[in-house]
């Protein structure tokens, strides 16, 4: 009888979500600057995640410092919502070995044009929008280019893995970008056959020991309000997370 009530006792625990049993929630430090956007419906975005994750944005350059090892502890993921360009050689370093020491990273939309320049940033988020002509590897690689306003198709490449688990083809009312680099070392999540886009328009790969999901969509509300947009971010965040815990 003991044990029946035991038991009977411990299932309702066990059904009990995860935060419940005492699971802080994952920090997301979101970093924004040199691009405007919707503040009201991003953050509504990210408010609606679910209770477990919490949030900060920072904006460069201010957010720069949050990549010192004395500030690393303070987040667990952090989420690129930014199109920044100027950096140092001091900056290069912190940001750099941040991600390379294992800091889970997901990178959104324009975050992808950012850093002109900084071959390492190509090397950490696994592909470049190209504002000139810009060799890498050896290749030089013409201007991409946008169009805003698209309805644009997405094909999910692999409905098994954890960032697109549960989600079918869907579409998007975005902004494409076509011509920009993308490493033939990622694995690709999401694809698409609108000719204003490359094809490949979501990613993951490893920089260092830190776990990286690039995803080219999120220029606005009609996609921070997408309910599948929302579904692939969360899990995003979650996979990414994941990979560094103990």
């Known amino acids: 009888m003991k044990l029946v009530l035991f038991f009977l006792f411990m299932l309702p625990v066990a059904l009990l979500p995860v935060k419940a049993l ?3 929630p994952v920090r997301i430090l979101v970093i924004t600057g040199g691009h405007d956007y919707d503040k009201v419906t991003f953050t509504g975005m990210l408010e609606e995640l679910g209770d477990e994750f919490t949030f900060e944005i920072e904006e460069f350059p201010d957010a720069f410092n ?24 001091e900056q290069k370093k912190a940001f750099s070995g941040c991600i390379m020491d294992g800091k ?3 990178v959104l939309h324009h ?15 696994g592909g470049k ?3 000139v002509p810009t060799i890498v590897v ?15 198709a997405l094909e999910v490449v692999d409905t098994l893995h954890p960032v697109t688990k549960g989600l079918k083809d869907f579409e998007l009312f975005d902004e494409t970008y076509k011509g920009f680099y993308v490493s033939p ?31 080219q969509s999120g220029h606005d509300t009609p996609t921070f309000q997408n309910e599948n947009f929302r579904k692939l971010l ?13």
């Open 22 to 24: 005492g699971q802080e």
């Open 66 to 89: 949050l990549f010192l090892p004395e500030n690393r502890d303070n987040f667990d993921v952090i989420v690129f919502y930014h199109m920044w360009q100027t950096i140092t050689s």
């Open 104 to 106: 889970p990273l997901v």
């Open 111 to 125: 975050s992808i044009c950012a850093f002109d320049g900084w071959d390492e940033y190509i090397r950490i988020i």
């Open 129 to 131: 929008y190209f504002h």
């Open 138 to 152: 050896d290749r030089e690689y013409p201007a991409s280019t946008y169009e805003h306003d698209r309805h644009i």
């Open 185 to 215: 070392n990622v694995t690709p999540l999401l694809t698409t056959d609108d000719p204003t886009s490359t094809p490949i328009v979501g990613w993951t790969h490893r920089y260092g020991k830190a776990r990286v999901v690039t995803i």
């Open 234 to 246: 969360r899990q995003a965040v979650l996979w990414v997370f994941e990979g560094v815990k103990p």
